[in-house]
């Protein structure tokens, strides 16, 4: 019988059985395969697992491709030539998607785009395959599972746009002296801009933490004059989406807004999903940036 620390070990799915051929070993023959096989597209992928770390497999094809059998085809492919790792959470019940980050071949193709070695980079397998025993595992799905969501929103909607998805690292290089988003982003929808900061709670820290955050923000708002971009709190239940309103005072111009995990009946993270707090009433994601307390 497994022991409990072996239940939550996440899978790390390999080869070398009569349905997945053993991969090449690493080598400098196999980057050299890889980039003579390498789409724009794949390049494309490979810098964006650099930047954001872990997508899933349906993250991915929200990102880039026109079916989930299309993208578990490609992925195979790129994860026999080792531009990328997966592997597979465990959960209590039933089965997790299969979760991908950045292979060594992979690190060593943007190594060479970059005129860098892989060491400079800054990456290193161990370190890749890391997040899969992390604690922050959920909350950096969740994260950039809104931004995925947002890019396949505008992939079928003409005159909207995904224009700028910023990881939690690149955040804390331009704000980290007054406030760490999870991310940043910029969202264009019928020659309209608004830029947002995402807040991805999972429920574990206390509401006491949520109001230093907004604290943060509006040290980040009277330091750098950055007072027209809404802070987008993503909460785990209307429970305690509510709680933080109750306890929360509008600091104009600050906007801070909040929505719920599960935003598929609000027309995703585009739509009718955000809640500014001194309101009831909730606001399409492109209407944030002139929000007020009204409601």
Not at 112 to 124: E, I, M, N, P, S
Not at 131 to 143: P, Y
Not at 263 to 278: E, I, K, Q, T
């Amino acid at each position: 019988m497994p022991t409990p620390a072996a239940k939550r070990a996440p899978t790390y799915v390999g080869s070398g059985t009569a349905r997945i051929p053993a991969r090449p070993p690493m080598s400098p023959e196999l980057v050299a395969a890889l980039a003579s096989r390498l789409r724009p597209r794949d390049r494309w992928l490979l810098e964006i697992l650099h930047e954001h770390r872990v997508l899933t497999t349906h993250q991915i094809q929200q990102l880039a491709f026109p079916s989930i059998s299309t993208t578990t085809h490609r992925l195979l492919k790129l994860w026999r030539l080792r531009a990328l790792e997966r592997f597979r959470p465990a959960m209590e019940v039933g089965s997790s998607p299969m979760h991908y980050v950045l292979g060594p071949a992979g690190a060593a193709i943007l190594a060479q785009r970059r005129d860098k070695t892989v060491a400079q980079l800054g990456y290193r397998l161990d370190r890749a395959l890391a997040i899969a025993h992390s604690d922050k595992l959920t909350h950096l799905v969740g994260v950039n599972g809104l931004f995925t969501a947002l890019a396949a929103h505008a992939r079928t909607h003409p005159g909207t746009e995904l224009a700028a998805w910023w990881s939690e690292r690149r955040c804390q290089k331009a704000w980290g002296r007054y406030a760490r988003p999870d991310g940043y982003g910029r969202w264009h929808e019928n020659d309209r801009d608004v830029d947002f900061f995402i807040e991805y709670d999972t429920g574990t820290e206390p509401l006491h933490r949520l109001d230093a955050k907004i604290s943060d923000y509006a040290t980040l708002a009277e330091a750098t004059g950055i007072t027209d971009t809404p802070v987008l709190f993503v909460l785990p239940n209307p429970a305690r989406e509510q709680h933080l309103h109750d306890r929360t005072t509008p600091r104009r111009p600050l906007i801070v807004t909040t929505t719920l995990e599960v935003l598929d009946a609000a027309g995703g993270p585009s739509g009718a999903a955000w809640r500014p707090v001194g309101s009831r009433a909730r606001q399409r994601l492109i209407d944030l940036r002139s929000a007020g307390g009204e409601g």
